[in-house]
T-cell receptor, first 114, second 112 residues
Framework: KAGVTQTPRYLIKTRGQQVTLSCSPI?????VSWYQQTPGQGLQFLFE???????NKGNFPGRFSGRQFSNSRSEMNVSTLELGDSALYLC?????????????FGSGTRLTVV | AQSVTQLDSQVPVFEEAPVELRCNYS??????LFWYVQYPNQGLQLLLK??????LVKGINGFEAEFNKSQTSFHLRKPSVHISDTAEYFC??????????FGSGTQLTVLP
């Protein structure tokens, strides 16, 4: 079956703009989580959605937001972009929403803010 | 709160030699432990996981890990590495909070 699909793969934005990233989970998976990966901070948890509800949120400013649709697809939005938002954004899905089963990650969206 | 420490940021090893990537964790509650691998320009792929039961866990691509509760460690091993194992490896701990806390990663470079 198809894996986790993230679009676009690469994105270049200017400081102050906003951006929307998309994630389509594995068919049947209802939980979608987002992580930010940077060389300095490593992998950090952004938020997790299950059945259109945000269940958990990491320690990120309010400029970072997300949502999940009824088909489990998820989007994350970053407003008023800063240079420090340049990162690889990874989406992961799981069937039960529990980390004990492990996630399946997508290939990520590499965002560059100039 | 949970934390994960990967003791080596870079591990060079010759092809067909054994390798051990070290991981220590800190948690006040029961944990689930994972190893993921990341190839260049790719996402993370699950290598193996420890949920409960046998402390020796076997994963894909010939990797295995041993959970040691007394030493709070979950080291990853492979008896004989290949060039294709060159990648970054991440140890992670999960809990009922439904999120993973990752270590800083270990870059494994297999030399010919």
């Amino acid at each position: 079956k198809a894996g986790v699909t993230q679009t676009p793969r690469y994105l270049i934005k200017t400081r102050g703009q906003q951006v929307t990233l998309s994630c389509s989970p594995i068919s049947g998976h209802r939980s979608v989580s987002w992580y930010q990966q940077t060389p300095g901070q490593g992998l950090q948890f952004l938020f997790e959605y299950f059945s259109e509800t945000q269940r958990n949120k990491g320690n990120f400013p309010g400029r970072f937001s997300g949502r999940q649709f009824s088909n489990s697809r998820s989007e994350m939005n970053v407003s008023t972009l800063e240079l420090g938002d340049s990162a690889l954004y990874l989406c992961a899905s799981s069937s039960t929403g529990g980390v004990n089963y492990g996630y399946t990650f997508g290939s990520g969206t590499r965002l560059t803010v100039v | 709160a949970q934390s994960v420490t990967q003791l080596d940021s870079q591990v060079p090893v010759f092809e067909e030699a054994p390798v051990e990537l070290r991981c220590n964790y800190s948690s006040s509650v029961s944990v689930y432990l994972f190893w993921y691998v990341q190839y260049p320009n790719q996402g993370l792929q699950l290598l193996l996981k420890y949920l409960s039961g046998s402390t020796l866990v076997k994963g894909i691509n010939g990797f295995e890990a041993e959970f040691n509760k007394s030493q709070t460690s979950f080291h990853l091993r492979k008896p004989s590495v290949h060039i294709s194992d060159t990648a970054e490896y991440f140890c992670a701990v999960g809990s009922s909070a439904r999120q993973l806390t990752f270590g800083s990663g270990t870059q494994l470079t297999v030399l010919p």
